[in-house]
């Protein structure tokens, strides 16, 4: 079955640091692939996507890029700032019937002035 | 736009007891979504309506869990008899296809504490 496997938290990093959160996945067929964020006390709200390989997604400062070869999908930011605090959940979307998301555990990121 | 719509945002009940929550998802969205996020852990799809048709149920306990979207609009989600580990966060989505994909969109929760 489909599945997706995230680094584990909490990513604490002061501001104006980069930041690198590892997604990996295993799917069947050619999946979309997402990054959620929930801010405390919200619900998740997308982040960026991308539908095939070697896309890139980004919104907001942050990137990530579809590698089919290695199944990965990891989120970047080359400065991120306090307001980043949130949990990030990476997603991936089965190619068949409507589309069912599958999300990692999710990874907490506190940033420190 | 508006959002999707949850309610009630927070609900305690103790075990045995029923409880039932309602989402209304965004206008013109024919697909709705019920995940259920336990702390610590990502949302797991409870059950999938395509207008008011079940798509995917295949993960909701049936035995006590059910739900219902009438007119292919509102939807709710019932527990009945609750058990401790129904403690989680409730989570209504909805969406429509763009392009090759479907884009969900995210309620604010409702968390259900059971004690």
């Known amino acids: 079955g489909n599945s997706v496997t995230q680094m584990e938290g909490p990513v604490t990093l002061s501001e104006e640091a980069f930041l690198t959160i590892n997604c990996t996945y295993t799917?069947?067929?050619?999946?979309?692939l997402f990054w959620y964020v929930q801010y405390p006390g919200e619900g998740l709200q997308l982040l960026l996507k991308?539908?095939?390989?070697?896309d890139k997604g980004s919104n907001k400062g942050f990137e990530a890029t579809y590698r089919k070869e290695t199944t990965s999908f990891h989120l970047e930011k080359g400065s991120v700032q306090v307001s980043d605090s949130a949990v990030y959940f990476c997603a991936l979307s089965d190619p068949s019937g409507y589309s069912t998301l599958t999300f990692g555990k999710g990874t907490m990121l506190l940033v420190s002035p | 736009e508006a959002g999707v719509a949850q309610s009630p945002r927070y609900k305690i009940i103790e075990k045995r007891q029923s409880v039932a929550f309602w989402c209304n998802p965004i206008?013109?969205?024919?697909?709705l979504y019920w995940y259920q996020q336990i702390l610590g852990q990502g949302p797991k799809l409870l059950i999938q309506?395509?207008?008011?048709?079940?798509?995917?149920d295949s993960q909701l306990p049936k035995d006590r869990f059910s739900a219902e979207r009438l007119k292919g609009v509102d939807s709710t989600l019932k527990i009945q008899p609750a058990k401790l580990e129904d403690s989680a966060v409730y989570l209504c989505a909805s969406s429509r296809r763009t392009g090759g994909s479907y884009e969900q969109y995210f309620g604010p929760g409702t968390r259900l504490t059971v004690t």
């Open positions: 206008s013109g969205h024919a697909t």
């Open positions: 991308a539908t095939k390989a070697d």
């Open positions: 799917a069947t067929g050619y999946p979309s």
């Open positions: 309506f395509q207008n008011n048709g079940v798509v995917d």
